[in-house]
Structure formats: structure tokens, C-alpha cells
């Protein structure tokens, strides 16, 4: 294979961070072919920046959008993403990125991740594990103490979402909502490839803005998660299992009942989820065997089962096959 990729890059106002993130493009071992830099409306020094390392990059393009007001989690993200990446023809292109500017990535990590999808032709996402600075680092390096947002190994990291271009394609791309992040993933399952991100040194990134936490707080971005957990179509007892988990993990007990509170709030109230049932049959299945086997072993099994509807050249998008959501025949009935 080549290792042609391109990223595209939503931001806005990321002034504080954004020259970090440039500058470890630039210093990447394998650089990518096509930077496009979508400023979504930016008020601070972001335009400024990006005029900088567009004059000294060729390979660096910028599309703006104009202000909408406020910054747009979620959906707002994906709206950002397609502005770029609709002024982009694939053809040429091995794999596409979408990431965000509020990171530090090591030297070779790009190049680490084609040569592991290069030796498993059946990862279509993937990412490294994503690292934030603790309360006495400088966030200048990673010399001083690092938390790990807690990304489970079966699904590839939001803000650095590396995709081969066919899988992508074959998924449809993202869904402009909440949990857009997580639903790629499954989507990829459904087909036969397999998603995943690795806690190997040389793989590990910082984010400068942890995850969930929400430029309106903490509490704020874990209801945000939970209320996009209620949208994907999680059931109640695999969310309950998963906010009980996350008490003991930092923000302690708040994270864990945020997400929690999010997604009871957004049932009660009845809010819309998902429409798309498959999906929704093949995520439950996934989630009860997750709990009644533990993720890892759920995951293995899945993707073992999973390689036979695996078609990497078929036509895109591709409708899951029939055969994708049927999962162990030990599935309990609540979940179907």
C-alpha cells in the first residue's frame, strides 16, 4: 500500500493549543499529503495561526465557516469536519483522519498506525491512546504525571479518528449527531472490520483538553456523554455497569453520575434515538455479552465471527449483512 493520508481537521478557537498540534504534524516521520484546517468561525488568533503554517506548508489548506455564535459540540464538530472534507476527492488517498487541534502527537504516530494496518488488512479505524496533563504538569511534555482517558481497546479515539478510506466510505462516514464517535465503530463490526486503538508508548498522544470535559465544565460534557449513549441505543443496565465503573475514575463519583444522570434524564424525557433498529439489536447483543463475558473476550469473539461478512472491495456504503447481527445464541432475550 501507499501511505498517502489526508486529516481533516475541525476547529475553533483553538488559539491556546492549535500551534502544538502543527507543529507535531509537521515533525510527523511520514508527514500527511493534505492537511485541510476547517475554522469554524474562530474570534481568537486562530485564523492568524493557520495563515502562518499554510504559507510555510504547501501541503496545508484552510476552509473557513463563518461564525456561528458558539461552539458546537457534537454534530457541530461533524458539520465542521464535512466542510472540509467535501472539498476533497479521495481518489489517491489510502487513509483519512479527522482530528482535532487540541493535541500533542509523538513523531512516528502515524506511521506506527499504517504499519499496523498494513500487517491486518481488517483494521479500518484506529487510533493511539489518548493521555491528559494532571494537576501539577506543565502539559509542556510528557515528562510530568499523565492520566489516561480510559478509551477501551475495541474503539479508535474521536479526537484522532484514523480510518482506511475504504472502510469509511463503506460505513457511510459519520453521523452528524451525539456519539457520532462511537457509532463509526460498531458500523465498521457490523462489516467485518475490526476498530481499535493501542496504549503503546510511541502510539500515546496528549490531549490539552480532556475528554467530556466541555468547554461549559465537567459535569456538563459527562451529561453530554451520557445523553449520547441514551441516542446510540444503549441499554439502561449496560449504561448503569458502565457509570458504576467510572466512579473510581478521575473526576471521581462525578463523571460516573454525570453520564449516568444524562442518560436517565434523556429517557425520561423520551428524546429520540438512533433510527436504525439493526444497529441497535447488533449494539445490545455486543453490550450483554460484554457484561456477561467481560469486553475483551466479547470483542474477540465478535470480530472472529464478524470475518465472515468482511468485503473490503464491495461497493459504498454498504449495508451490513444479515448475518452481522447475529451474535451468540447464548444472548439472553433482553437483549433482542
Known sequence: MNRRYIIVAPCRNEARFMRRTLDSLVAQT?????????????????????????????????????????????PGVIEAFYAGFDTVNLDGFDYVCKLDLDLVLPPGYFEGLMKRMEAEPRIGTCSGKAYYPGPANSAKDFAGELISEGIG??????????????????????????????????????????????????L?????????TSHQGI??????????????????????????????????????????????????????????PPFRRFLRRYQWASLLRGKAAAVRALNERQASVWSPGAAHPVPPPRQATEIASSTPAAAR
Request: charged share 25%; proline share 6%.
Open 219 to 276: 459535569w456538563t460534557g459527562r451529561k453530554r456523554h451520557g445523553y449520547g449513549q441514551y441516542f446510540m441505543g444503549t441499554s439502561l443496565a449496560y449504561m448503569s455497569a458502565s457509570a458504576i465503573y467510572r466512579l473510581a475514575r478521575p473526576p471521581l463519583i462525578v463523571g460516573g453520575l454525570a453520564i449516568w444522570w444524562g442518560y436517565v434524564a434523556s429517557m425520561v424525557a423520551r428524546k429520540p434515538r438512533y433510527d436504525d
Open 153 to 202: 481497546d475495541e474503539v479508535s479515539v474521536g479526537a484522532s479518528k484514523f480510518f482506511r478510506v475504504s472502510c469509511f466510505q463503506q460505513i457511510g462516514g459519520f453521523v452528524r449527531q451525539v456519539m457520532w464517535d462511537g457509532i463509526d465503530c460498531h458500523h465498521c463490526r457490523m462489516r467485518g472490520w475490526i476498530a481499535c486503538s493501542w496504549d503503546d508508548p510511541e
Open 30 to 74: 511520514i508527514p500527511p499529503a493534505l492537511l485541510v484546517v476547517v475554522d469554524d468561525g474562530s474570534t481568537d488568533d486562530t485564523p492568524k495561526i493557520l495563515a502562518e503554517y499554510a504559507a510555510k506548508h504547501e501541503w496545508i489548506r484552510v476552509v473557513k465557516r463563518p461564525d456561528r455564535g458558539t461552539r458546537s459540540v457534537g
Open 204 to 212: 500515546r498522544f496528549m490531549h490539552l483538553r480532556p475528554m467530556g
